[in-house]
T-cell receptor, first 116, second 117 residues
């Protein structure tokens, strides 16, 4: 069964550094998402992406964050200047065609980001 | 804005027994989707079961079934014949159904399920 893959599985970075989290969504999916989960807390929506542009974003997704689909397969989340509070598990997800509103999100295994 | 509440931070069940995880939600919408996701220690989020709000029939998926009470805004998950591999964090999630509505999932805080041998 096709999977969403995320790399790296664990990223350690120093405060103020830029970090890029990478995701390869399922190939025939059209919607892409980033979620994050701070340890012990809820999974929170960050951003959704469709047709090469952001379709929705949460208040968490401020100017420090950006997303990009640089080629036909990768979907990246960039944090420009990391803060301690950015430490979390970041999940990438993808879903199928627009018409199927109940198409489930398929999640990757997550990238654990630790900001020191 | 929609909210999802899981009032049981932790639950335990004996292997082969049945357990029910609770979820309530708050919404003013009439059409939406509800999901249960499982997060084992590997941290991957795995879809367990989904329910369309317009369907009266409760969804079932093998040993997993839901009790969807639309008027009460309740969406509980029943796991029958619990297995050790069912041990995980379980998240209830809500998603709007309208074409112009937000397509993201709103998650509850999760219930950590322990299966006792």
């Amino acid at each position: 069964e096709p999977e969403v893959t995320q790399t790296p599985s664990h990223q350690v970075t120093q405060m103020g550094q830029e970090v890029i989290l990478r995701c390869v969504p399922i190939s025939n999916h059209l919607y892409f998402y980033w979620y994050r989960q701070i340890l012990g807390q809820k999974v929170e929506f960050l951003v959704s992406f469709y047709n090469n542009e952001i379709s929705e974003k949460s208040e968490i997704f401020d100017d420090q964050f950006s997303v990009e689909r640089p080629d036909g397969s990768n979907f990246t989340l960039k944090i420009r200047s990391t803060k301690l509070e950015d430490s979390a598990m970041y999940f990438c997800a993808s879903s199928e065609v627009w018409a199927a509103n109940n198409s489930p999100l398929h999640f990757g295994n997550g990238t654990r980001l630790t900001v020191t | 804005a929609q909210t999802v509440t899981q009032s049981q931070p932790e639950m335990s069940v004996q292997e082969a027994e049945t357990v029910t995880l609770s979820c309530t939600y708050d919404t003013s919408e009439s059409d939406y989707y509800l999901f249960w996701y499982k997060q084992p220690p590997s941290r991957q989020m795995i879809l367990v079961i989904r329910q369309e709000a317009y369907k009266q029939q409760n969804a079932t998926e093998n040993r997993f079934s839901v009790n969807f009470q639309k008027a009460a805004k309740s969406f509980s998950l029943k796991i029958s014949d619990s297995q050790l591999g069912d041990a995980a964090m379980y998240f209830c999630a809500y998603r709007s159904a309208g074409w112009s509505s937000a397509r993201q999932l709103t998650f509850g805080s999760g219930t950590q399920l322990t299966v006792l041998p």
